[in-house]
């Protein structure tokens, strides 16, 4: 079940058709389906949406929406735009911190160019202390997103953190380079379809597994940013903070906008810093996908508020 809803929504997400029709619905208005994960269309409506956040003492980071672009000019397109971003966020006031996907800048078109790209983003970002997370994609690109990252590492680029993911056999080893470089990690279980020969398929191997990585960060790692709404595997994380003495403000927990809002307050609430994954943009159709895969209870809300819209 774990694997298999997983595996019909990333099918689906892959429907023009229902592209076409979730694009009309999705965002038409104020309370339109797709809101309840996506900040908005643009940088205006996720700013807001920041500032909301912020006024209940949640940290932030933003992601502009986009992924697997097939060409040099949406590459450059998307770039621009992250750098249009942090001018926006650092003007808005609000806190500086971004999210990004290598496929957007450009990697499945040219290696090269994507760590060109990354560096016109990672340069104004790092004249404004604007922190930058490389997500993880699917594991065709996890050797490419770590190469690129450590590339950039050897290049002294330090206000750059990347993810891993939980699921894939070889977390453990990326988990130890990373800590071994001193370089911030989010870690997370995993949101894509993957086969068996590289992660694990069921959700008790993928915990236990998070558990394992979760207490090598906290214990060896660098602020590590530890993502999820796992009611079981945050008290985890709380129990293993405390037993070892690691102070709150020595690691984050992260979530995703529109999700365990009450997990979000009451972590706050208990003194733990929370940062929660804006994401915006008009590509937030995959996006969106992942989320309903995660949860095909989700389908029912969205069915009923399309319904409503027609
Ligand atoms: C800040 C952040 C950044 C992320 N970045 C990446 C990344 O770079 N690469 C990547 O592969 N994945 C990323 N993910 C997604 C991650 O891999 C998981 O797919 C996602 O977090 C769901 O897993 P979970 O840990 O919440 O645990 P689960 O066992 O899936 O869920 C635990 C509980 O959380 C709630 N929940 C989880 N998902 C949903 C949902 N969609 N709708 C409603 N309730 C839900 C439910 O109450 C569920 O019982 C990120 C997640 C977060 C929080």
């Known amino acids: 079940m774990y694997a298999g809803a997983k595996a019909i929504f990333y099918a689906l997400s892959r429907s023009a058709t229902l592209k076409r029709m979730a694009s009309r619905y999705g965002m038409a208005s104020a309370d339109s389906f797709a809101r309840r994960f996506i900040a ?5 409506e996720a700013i807001a949406v920041g500032r909301r956040l912020e006024a209940q003492r949640l940290l932030l980071t933003l992601d502009y929406l986009g ?11 998307a770039t621009r735009e992250y750098v249009r971003l942090i001018d926006v966020i650092v003007a808005a006031g609000i ?13 499945d078109v040219d290696r090269a160019t994507c760590v060109d790209n990354l560096r016109r983003i990672l340069d104004p970002a790092a004249r404004h ?26 290049l002294e680029y330090r206000h750059v953190g ?7 056999y070889r977390t453990e080893g990326d988990v130890r380079r990373m800590n071994e470089l001193g ?66 403000d020595r690691f984050e927990f992260q979530m995703l906008y ?35 895969g995660e949860r095909p209870a989700n389908v029912g809300f969205v069915i009923r508020s399309m319904l409503r819209d027609r």
Do not use: C
Request: hydrophobic letters at 45%; proline letters at 2%; zero cysteines.
């Open 40 to 44: 908005g269309e643009s940088i205006t």
């Open 67 to 77: 992924e697997s672009v097939r060409t040099m000019d949406e590459a450059t397109a």
């Open 95 to 107: 806190e500086r911190n971004v999210s990004i996907k290598l496929t957007q800048l450009g990697i």
């Open 129 to 154: 202390d604007v922190f930058v997370r490389i997500d993880m994609e699917n594991s065709r690109y996890t050797q490419a997103t770590l190469d690129v990252f450590e590339t950039l590492w050897q």
């Open 162 to 168: 990347v993810a891993l993911q939980a699921y894939l």
């Open 183 to 248: 370089a911030r990690v989010r870690l997370v279980k995993g949101a894509y379809k993957e086969p068996a020969t590289v992660a694990y398929q069921k959700k008790a191997e993928v915990d236990a597994s998070f558990e394992r990585l979760m207490r090598e960060l906290l214990e060896h790692g660098t602020y590590p940013a530890i993502a999820t709404h796992d009611e079981r595997l945050l008290a985890a994380t709380r129990a293993f903070a405390g037993e070892r003495a690691i102070a709150s």
């Open 258 to 292: 529109g999700i365990r809002r009450d997990l979000q307050a009451s972590l706050v609430a208990a003194g733990y810093r929370v940062r929660i994954y804006v994401p915006f943009g008009t590509q937030w159709f995959p996006y969106f996908m992942r989320r309903l």
